[in-house]
């Protein structure tokens, strides 16, 4: 899991702090200090800089997910 967020962004606080609850392994990359994941975010959005992306093993991604559906996906790939 590729997880795109900033320190500055309330909803990758609360996303990350779902996955740290659940014992999720993810990367994590800070659009602010890194260019390349910031350009990702954009093309993954067409054109739109929304934080958090979270990207699963399966290439799909969440852009600004509630627990509940971060909750579903993962229940989905049998992370949890």
Do not use: M
């Amino acid at each position: 899991i590729t997880f795109y967020g900033a320190s500055w962004c309330g909803d990758c606080r609360r996303s990350k702090r779902l996955l740290d609850e659940l014992a999720v392994t993810y990367t994590y990359i800070d659009v602010e200090k890194d260019a390349s994941g910031a350009k990702k975010v954009v093309e993954i959005n067409g054109g739109a800089q929304r934080i958090p992306v979270i990207v699963f093993p399966d290439q799909t991604h969440l852009t600004e997910p509630s627990d509940p559906a971060l909750r579903a996906k993962l229940a989905e790939l049998n992370i949890v």
